[in-house]
């Protein structure tokens, strides 16, 4: 069994920022399960494109508003408080927060912890 | 993409319940991701004794405050706002919640959608 706290993850390799977003991934590559969850905050304002090539991606979010555009489809989706949107096909797309936006992300397969979005929106594969 | 409201799932096949607890499933097996995003209330005085031989777990606490205790190892831990706890080892364990708990869940491989839990304390194969 894994027990793990946002505070023990602050400060670390796996506490992730980069220009008005931050990203904790609470349980990374190392740990086994496929899978990370991240607790995930952007600020307002922040907007980025991004597609996730070596990942499958999907958000719940917690408190706040962001529009998601799916780029290859134009449709945009506003997602707030107990919403999941879901990257079931990589999508491209752009993420602009309305508001302060705080998240629970997974990604699959997990991430190794330090990633931050390359040149093409997205995060390396693990290999 | 996939977006989803919990009121799109409240009242579905994916709005699980138990004696205590409820758990609704963000994303389900039909949604190809691989894992199910979960989010879930356990009430004040929930107890539970559970064993996912079929799935990895892991939960990322919103609110409240739950006693896990590890059955094989006698460890327990206390859950609050922040922490995450992982079944990596399919880990026997008893959820007791201390006050009315709101987690998020995650299961892979993904869940059904409307699994409530086996006299094992877990959740049956997808097949």
């Excluded at 993850?9 to 496929?34: I, K, N, P, Q, Y």
């Excluded at 917690?62 to 079931?88: C, F, S």
């Amino acid at each position: 069994m894994i027990v793990r706290q946002t505070s023990q993850v602050e400060g670390t390799r796996a506490d992730a920022r980069g220009d008005g977003w931050r990203s904790l991934r609470m349980l990374t590559r190392a740990d086994g399960m496929g899978f990370t969850i991240t607790h995930t905050t952007v600020e307002a304002g922040f907007r980025a494109e991004l597609q996730y090539r070596n990942h499958l991606e999907a958000c719940l979010c917690l408190e706040g508003a962001l529009e998601i555009q799916n780029l290859d489809t134009g449709e945009r989706h506003v997602v707030r408080t107990g919403t999941v949107y879901a990257l079931d096909r990589h999508d491209k797309h752009t993420v602009s927060a309305l508001e302060r936006t705080t998240l629970v992300c997974v990604f699959a397969p997990a991430l190794v912890g330090e990633e931050t979005h390359d040149e093409s929106g997205g995060y390396p594969a693990a290999e």
